[in-house]
Each structure stands twice: as C-alpha cells, then as structure tokens.
C-alpha cells in the first residue's frame, strides 16, 4: 500500500506492534466508523474476532442495510477499541491501551470460505458444540467481513 499514515504524536506512549495485536486478541468488542450516507461518518459497535495467523479481523453483519450499502460504496474503514482499564492509588483516572485500525473490508461471497470464517469467529465466542449449531441455523443469512488491517496505532493512555 502507498499510503503514508500520519507518525503517533505521543510517540513515547505507543504500543508496540506485538501489544497492539494481544489487545486485538483480548477484546471482542470495538467501533466501526464508516463513510455512511449524505457525507455524514456511521459508526456502531461490532464484535470481531482477530485471525492469527492472516493478521486480519472477521466481522459478520446482516446481508442487507446501511452497513453494507455504505461499504459497498467505499471499503475504507477505521475501526477502534480499548480494554477496561484501571484507576491507580484511588484516584478516578483511567489508564488503560487503546488501539485504531485503519483498513478495508474485503466481502466474503464464497460460501465455504464464508462457513471458514464464521467458525473461527463463531469460536471466540461459543463453545464449539454450539458453533455448528448456530453456524447451520443462521449461517446462510449472514454476511461474513474480512477487516484487511492497512495500519494500526495503539496507545497506553494515561488520564490526569
């Protein structure tokens, strides 16, 4: 890719590519921001699941509606998340890590790599005995993503 992303400005507080990819491990939950309709930014939370191996996230979505209509329009996302944090010595500020991903979403048509897919983000979150389950029952009605990550920043915030 050609693009040249924007350096972190508080450098001495960004994560290391390995740190940013245990959060994506971690998590099952972020923010999608996408380009939605009339020029106005959408953006809705989504579980995902982070593929190891390819480095990139499964997302899943119904097959139909603004979602899908603004993506097919334009494929450029960024989508951001945290972990919980914790207050330090009593006090009411959060540190916690945060991450942004800037990428594309590249859709899944082929049915058995769509079924690939939805077992890997299906296990993150259901025991494999209700996988099968739930993959046989709703399978077909669900639009499978793949989040392409172009590139990522993460970040240890540290409030006050």
């Not at 491990?25 to 020029?39: F, V």
């Not at 990428?103 to 058995?112: A, K, N, Q, S």
Request: some cysteine.
């Amino acid at each position: 890719m050609d693009i040249e992303f924007r350096k972190m400005r508080r450098f001495n507080q960004q994560l290391s590519a390995e740190e940013c990819y245990e959060l994506l491990r971690q998590e099952d939950r972020g923010i999608l921001a996408i380009h939605g309709e009339n020029g106005y930014p959408y953006a809705f939370p989504m579980n995902f699941c982070f593929d190891e191996k390819k480095k990139c996230l499964y997302l899943h979505s119904a097959k139909t509606g603004h979602k899908i209509d603004a993506l097919r329009k334009d494929n450029k996302v960024c989508f951001c998340l945290h972990d919980p944090g914790y207050t330090h010595g009593g006090r009411w500020q959060k540190h916690f890590r945060s991450l942004v991903v800037f990428g594309h979403i590249e859709f899944v048509d082929d049915p058995e790599k769509s079924i690939e897919c939805a077992k890997l983000y299906d296990l993150k979150f259901e025991p494999p005995e209700e996988m099968a389950k739930h993959i046989e029952r709703e399978g077909k009605l669900v639009q499978m993503m793949i989040l392409v990550i172009d590139h990522m920043t993460g970040k240890k915030v540290v409030e006050g």
